[in-house]
């Protein structure tokens, strides 16, 4: 444990100690202690001050007008001020540290924006449940002691976490400590005072379940202490080990499958690999289902999905090949930019290190001129001098400009030719899914006309099922159920078409303008560098005195 940790403990050991220093006072307790006191809720007036209060010496830095600009507001303590409602903190969206200890606080709530809190202490209040904590994924530090919880839950998220303190609560179950595996990042955790604490097994318990556990109870955990924990819980712990191991894995594939349909979706082929498209195409579509019961369907089906998927794993395989040819060309482009405005910032350097070297000292020559014609002429010499340089810079700047530009240019026809092949090549093979629909549409068709005549005729040589038999009344019937269901598909085939096209053409377009537009940017901006650079070169030219 480095001197850090030993610290913080200390800094929770002190927080978790009771506060005895009020005369002729002995432990009250917090309703005691507010019996007289009036609870407010958080509001702006109470969060001025404390900013006010917290850094009196760097209010002139945080306001601006008459105005605080509570997003440079990271630390707020508002201790001791009977806060009953948490409320009024969203601006201050960059807030790491948080002291709300010793109020009446009874509700965790309206944290959601404090996404960048570290530190949180609540210690001493009336709260009776843990919640309201699910956005704070960067908490490191959670002092719960001394309220009213009875359960740990509601803290999946803080995988951060590394110090919790919840002692003085009102913990009866120890079941509640194995909550707390869950939080792999723990290493200093405070449950003293909870009535489970009684029990004599308690800290095995608890060190044998929560095996990384540096301190507990501000003590730091002994080597014989954790073996004499793991041989008693050994029978209770190896079977949450082993869950663990399988729910971990479950959620390895789980995260797996997502980050490949990500990738899928990136390359516009997600869901392409495999019968999902043909399997959608039939979903929702009660005509179908029954007309697939007709005679013969059955095998028509199976040679459709297998010519249809294969089609589909084709534009699949096709797709993520032109994915990465777009990745690596954007790449290329993007390294090949940097190559040029590198060689174009060295030269820049060059001709402003060479103008300050001999800038300084013509200067300096100024300043100790012995005569006033001498140092006007020295400093009509620095004044050409500077607008050389400015037009060194401003040309260096155009070049590089000029050619960037043709960079830009070429890589856009680049870009709209691999798009353009693509989307025609798209076309294509979902045109082929389209004709396999069409076949098999013609192929059904005819299979139901040929049932329906057999049913007139009563020649069925097998029993169909009654919402089967009510198509087989009349040829309008059947027709018609049949052309419903192949126009519910080719719908469902345009669209996925149409999906790929807009995607591919909105990458199209976004990418393109990103590069013009950056290059834009840094152009402006390099352009007003320049400017300011001379400006001050001016300045100083022109505060200087003999």
Known sequence: MDSGDTATAVRHWAKA???????GLTLLTMSQFYNDVEPNIIDDEMVLKAVEKTCPEDLGELA???????????????????????????????????????????????????????????????????????????????SLYSNRISKIENMDTLQELQIFSIGKN????????????????????????????????????????LPNLVYLDFKLVRDTTREDAVSKYQDLTKPLEQEEARALALQEIKQA??????????????HLNGSFLFDSLYEDDTEAAKLASLPGVGDLLQAYRKEFVSVCGKLYNYGLEEYEKREAEVSDFYKKLHEILLASQEESKKAMFDFENRNKQRLDEIHHARSYDVAESKRAECQEDILQLSGTLMTLEALLSNE????????????DVIV??????????????????????????????????????????EDLP?????????KNTIVNAVNMSHSIRLRKIDKRESDMLCNTYHWHISVTEKAFQTESDRNRACIERIMSYINTLQKELDNTKI
């Open 17 to 23: 100690k009771p506060s005895c220093n009020v005369t």
């Open 64 to 142: 601006q007008g008459e105005n605080i600009n509570f997003k440079d507001v990271t630390e707020l303590q508002l201790s001791f001020k009977s806060i009953l409602q948490i409320d009024n903190l969203w601006r201050l969206e960059n807030l790491t540290k948080l002291q709300l200890d010793n109020n009446v606080i009874e509700k965790i709530e309206a944290l959601e924006s404090l996404v960048h809190l570290v530190w949180l202490d609540l210690s001493f209040n009336n709260i009776e449940v843990i919640e309201g904590l699910d956005t704070l994924v960067k908490l490191q530090d959670l």
């Open 170 to 209: 009102n913990l009866t179950n120890l079941e509640n400590v194995v909550y707390l595996r869950r939080l792999k990042s723990l290493r200093t955790l405070n449950l003293s005072g909870n009535p489970f604490c009684d029990d004599k097994q308690y800290m095995l318990f608890v060190v044998a379940h």
């Open 257 to 270: 499958k997502q980050e490949e349909l990500e990738y899928h979706e990136t390359a516009f082929v997600e």
């Open 404 to 415: 960037l530009e043709e960079q830009l240019q070429g890589f856009k026809r680049t870009i």
């Open 420 to 461: 353009s092949t693509f989307m025609e090549n798209v076309k294509e093979m979902m045109g082929q899914c389209r004709d396999l629909e069409n076949q098999h549409h013609e192929k059904l068709m005819e299979i139901a006309l040929t049932t329906l005549e057999k049913s007139l005729k009563g020649k069925l040589e």
């Open 466 to 474: 009654a919402d089967v038999l009510t198509l087989l009344v009349d």
